[in-house]
T-cell receptor
Framework: LAKTTQPISMDSYEGQEVNITCSHNNIATNDYITWYQQFPSQGPRFIIQGYKTKVTNEVASLFIPADRKSSTLSLPRVSLSDTAVYYCLGELIFGQGTELSVKP | GAVVSQHPSWVICKSGTSVKIECRSLDFQATTMFWYRQFPKQSLMLMATSNEGSKATYEQGVEKDKFLINHASLTLSTLTVTSAHPEDSSFYIC?????????????FGNGTRLTVT
């Protein structure tokens, strides 16, 4: 199962774009890359999923290079409510996640 | 759509007793569900894969006789923590994926906070 590596924490300010990169060197050929957001004492919430290149939805963009060994979650114009832990998954295994702190 | 519901959201029990946690997929069928455990300030750890109509598959280091999993229908999986001890106190989260959609995202419940006194 794919193991992922992310920065442990990131700080940002309201209105900024935040990019969180995840390394997944041994992701399986068939696995999609999925990003989740988790608030304290809640289950993870789906943000976005992709296989290759770029995917965009109403809340985020996901960039995946051709070799698929990494992916970058892009959150445009973050707000205080985006303060949370963000996880990337290759399949079922969670990495340590990135704790994003958005300041006013 | 794709809502996963867990019950109870929190439970306090005495050491030595058993606790059952339910995980339901409300608007879709899920042949497979997954149980995770999360300790404070840590990531989610996969405990087991629950398979409808067959035995669960447990991750290395997870005691199958202590964490009993039953997946009796396509919308319900239960996790029973038997003979609970204080070290079993944790946040238990289930997830499910629509049957037949192997590449679709996992949908997570809101977790169950178990406190063993």
């Amino acid at each position: 199962l794919a193991k992922t590596t992310q920065p442990i924490s990131m700080d940002s300010y309201e209105g900024q774009e935040v990019n969180i990169t995840c390394s997944h060197n041994n992701i399986a050929t068939n696995d999609y890359i999925t990003w989740y957001q988790q608030f304290p004492s809640q289950g993870p919430r789906f943000i976005i999923q992709g296989y290759k290149t770029k995917v965009t939805n109403e809340v985020a963009s996901l960039f995946i290079p051709a070799d698929r060994k990494s992916s970058t979650l892009s959150l445009p114009r973050v707000s205080l409510s985006d303060t949370a832990v963000y996880y990337c998954l290759g399949e079922l295994i969670f990495g340590q996640g990135t704790e994003l702190s958005v300041k006013p | 759509g794709a809502v996963v519901s867990q019950h109870p959201s929190w439970v306090i029990c005495k050491s030595g007793t058993s606790v059952k946690i339910e995980c339901r997929s409300l608007d879709f069928q899920a042949t497979t569900m997954f149980w995770y455990r999360q300790f404070p300030k840590q990531s989610l750890m996969l405990m087991a894969t629950s398979n409808e109509g067959s035995k669960a598959t447990y991750e290395q280091g997870v005691e199958k006789d202590k964490f009993l999993i039953n997946h009796a229908s396509l919308t319900l999986s239960t996790l029973t923590v038997t003979s609970a001890h204080p070290e079993d106190s944790s946040f238990y989260i289930c997830s499910a994926r629509r049957t037949g959609e192997g590449s679709s995202p996992l949908h997570f419940g809101n977790g169950t906070r178990l406190t063993v006194t």
